[in-house]
């Protein structure tokens, strides 16, 4: 996540949004996603990979008990969103999202409403302010941090080049045992040539870029419970054994996903 003037500045959020399919993109952030397919073209099928995770991610954790959740890096609403498939398992589910760009605040107070019986906010922040986050009023007028909470970050970890440990450990440390960890994020591991010059061409245009080794993701998950087949590809989790997927779709992908429970 990054600031800046939406009108001059590319977004990581509205470029995702463009690799979506989305319209709430501006020419300065299409420019800069144009670039990026040039230097890794499958990157619209990583992007929609992604969002297929979240969606049985959140649905394996709505029905695991988990009735609050905590999206950081929410980025443009694209439905069905973590809320709506929340409250579609769970209806009394309670969801805060948060991101940094003014127009995804924009778009997601007039598109993110909870049901009757859950509830939906957006707060202002970022993913390197843990504290600031968790600490938010906003937040705990609609979390209970003396309950589980499910922290999702998927898509996002590869926009952050400070101290991941640290970042997750400071969500984690504020929330209660039976809390859910959920992270899925860009890896060189299986395509280093074309994923090192997407990050390159991030890099160029001032945003934040950062991808991770397999074993830096699972560190991630240290002192937690892997929920198994633990820190794999996204489409090798829990896609259901009749679903055959080529190895060579690892590299078409280039993302590493995992999610896991705190004891």
Request: glycine fraction near 6%; proline fraction near 7%; charge should be negative.
């Amino acid at each position: 996540m990054n600031g800046g003037n939406p009108l001059n500045h590319p977004h990581t959020s509205r470029i995702y949004d463009y690799f979506l399919g989305g319209k709430d993109n501006y020419e300065v952030d299409r420019q800069a996603a144009e670039e990026i397919l040039t230097a890794w073209p499958s990157i619209r099928i990583a992007a929609r990979v992604n969002r297929q995770f979240m969606h049985r991610s959140t649905r394996f954790l709505a029905e695991s008990g988990i009735r609050q959740f905590l999206d950081v890096g929410t980025g443009i609403p694209t439905e069905p969103n973590l809320h709506q498939i929340a409250q579609q398992t769970a209806p009394d589910s309670r969801v805060v999202y948060v991101d940094n760009d003014p127009v995804v605040l924009a778009h997601a107070r007039a598109y993110m409403t909870g049901n009757t019986q859950g509830a939906t906010t957006y707060i202002y922040g970022d993913v390197t302010e843990p504290k600031a986050i968790v600490d938010a009023p906003e937040l705990t007028d609609v979390l209970d941090l003396s309950e589980p909470v499910g922290l999702s970050m998927i898509a996002l970890l590869h926009f952050v080049e400070a101290d991941v440990n640290q970042i997750v450990s400071t969500f984690l440390d504020a929330f209660a045992p039976g809390s859910y960890l959920v992270i899925c994020t860009i890896t060189a591991d299986f395509a280093p040539e074309q994923v090192n010059a997407a990050q390159n061409v991030y890099r160029v245009r001032k945003l934040p870029a950062q991808v991770r080794t397999r074993d830096e993701v699972t560190g991630w998950f240290a002192g937690l419970d892997l929920v198994e087949p633990g820190v794999v590809p996204p489409h090798r989790w829990r896609l259901g054994e009749s679903v055959e997927i080529p190895p060579t779709f690892d590299a078409t992908v280039s993302c590493y996903c995992g999610v896991a429970r705190k004891p």
